[in-house]
């Protein structure tokens, strides 16, 4: 008798290599099939209110999607917003967690992360690219507005998430992933990866996963790219007084181009103004968590490049 298989739920974070993996490692070629696309997980699983959620929907979704599984395959749920937005602090990605365990309560987990000095400072640069206009020291400050939701330096305290997985799962079916660890070593780490997801039709990276998206805008550009978003219509900002295209293109585009080009980028490109805020503002910030998240998770966990 063939037995089901264990279905992998990859709940993000964001900004970890994520786009990488549901692009090039969780395919056929590696032994995973995805079962779901990113609108799917938010109309089934995030955009239901509490009083209205129904797990029903999103087990038949998932059932109908594995009668396409070929033998030795992997299902896979891969949705970096199953871990919460981080321009809204990560609100809801435990109920999130709690709403999978009641859809498929015997899968395997996977949260990647990345070390909270970079991932912050690439978090900005993201709601930039969003549309958004504030300076990335009144976006790290959050909001204490009652009702609103903005940037918490909390939802970066790894091991509490993790720890939340583990309690729903079991310890020994949560498995973390580092971004450094992919890019210090991207055949071993994704080989362990498809060990613990008990892919036994992966043999090793197609070529066609060594591709690794390209980079976003430097870091110095952040002050002329927010001042452009004033200007474009947006995500973040559907109604700009004046709208000269959309971004990320547009006018968001035409200054990151050339912030990119002679003879801006010789002059700018050691200026990393948000990384240097954010080593100063969270300094110390994350040190016992990443002590906690190593000492909980089951299997071997690099975090000695972690502050």
């Known amino acids: ?26 395919v056929p ?5 995805q079962m779901m696309d990113h609108q799917a997980v938010f109309d089934l699983i995030v955009k239901p209110h ?12 998932l059932a109908q999607a ?19 937005h981080p321009f809204q602090g990560g609100h809801e990605s435990d109920v999130y967690a709690e709403r999978l365990a009641r859809i498929v309560p015997e899968a395997r987990i996977l949260l990647s992360i990345r070390d909270q000095m970079h991932i912050i400072p690439s978090v900005y640069m993201q709601y930039l690219q969003r549309g958004g206009t504030m300076p990335f020291d009144q976006f790290f400050e959050g909001t204490n507005r009652p009702g609103y939701f903005g ?20 310890a020994d079916n949560v498995y973390v992933l580092t ?3 992919l890019k210090s070593d991207m055949d071993g780490a994704s080989a362990a990866l498809a060990q613990f997801a008990g892919a036994a039709g992966f043999g090793g990276l197609q070529p066609s996963a060594r591709r690794v998206h390209a980079a976003g805008y430097p870091e110095y550009a952040a002050p002329f790219l927010r001042r452009a978003n ?41 200026r990393r103004p948000v990384s240097a805020h954010v080593a100063r503002r969270f300094a110390g910030r994350y040190t016992e968590h990443n002590k906690r998240l190593a000492a909980i998770v089951r299997h071997p966990l690099n975090l000695s490049m972690y502050c």
């Open 1 to 26: 008798m063939t037995s089901t298989p264990v279905p992998l739920l990859h709940v993000g974070y964001h900004k970890t290599a994520t786009t990488w993996m549901q692009k090039h490692l969780f």
């Open 29 to 33: 070629a590696h032994g995973f099939r």
């Open 50 to 61: 509490g009083l209205r959620f129904d797990p029903g929907p999103a087990r038949s979704a």
């Open 66 to 84: 594995m009668t396409a599984l070929q033998p030795g395959e992997v299902p896979v749920i891969s949705s970096e917003v199953l871990s919460g």
């Open 151 to 170: 940037f918490t330096d909390e939802h970066f305290e790894y091991d509490v998430l993790v720890a939340h997985y583990q309690s729903l799962f079991g």
């Open 179 to 181: 971004q450094e660890s």
């Open 230 to 270: 004033h200007l474009q219509t947006s995500t973040l900002n559907p109604r700009p007084i004046v709208a000269l295209g959309e971004t990320p293109g547009g006018l968001f585009r035409l200054v990151g181009g050339l912030s990119r080009r002679w003879p801006i980028k010789p002059l700018l490109s050691n």
